[in-house]
Nanobody, 127 residues
Framework: QVQLVESGGGLVQAGDSLRLSCAASGRAFSRYTMGWFRQAPGKEREFVAGIGWSGISTNSATYYADSVKGRFTISRDNAKNTVYLQMNSLKHEDTAVYYC????????????????WGQGTQVTVSS
């Protein structure tokens, strides 16, 4: 089991950058595929980015929604039990609550069975 706590959200202007962090407590963090999702007011939650569990290779596979590809980067630091979402060139439409999620040995991407979720962090981008 793993507990997730997001941080790093805030109010920024369009074009700015933010880095979100998701700290995990529990065992075997490296065995979890991690994902970032977001939910804007009045909209369904949507997948943003995912990073696979760390196997023999030190480089975990990543997957991005088309809407953030080229602007957002997901990464993980297993020594710190943390996954990051670097968000550059932010747009007003990126405004949402961002959630971190985990799936034990899951596939990378929106179809993973994310069993564990954080409480979310608000990102607001003013235009």
């Amino acid at each position: 089991q793993v507990q997730l706590v997001e941080s790093g959200g805030g109010l920024v202007q369009a074009g700015d950058s933010l880095r979100l962090s998701c700290a995990a407590s529990g065992r075997a963090f490296s065995r979890y595929t991690m994902g970032w999702f977001r939910q804007a007011p009045g909209k369904e939650r949507e997948f943003v980015a995912g990073i696979g569990w760390s196997g023999i290779s030190t480089n975990s596979a990543t997957y991005y929604a088309d809407s953030v590809k080229g602007r957002f980067t997901i990464s993980r630091d297993n020594a710190k039990n943390t996954v990051y979402l670097q968000m550059n060139s932010l747009k007003h439409e990126d405004t949402a609550v961002y959630y971190c999620a985990a799936d034990y040995f899951g596939v990378v991407g929106p179809n993973a069975a994310y069993d564990y979720w954080g409480q979310g962090t608000q990102v607001t981008v003013s235009s």
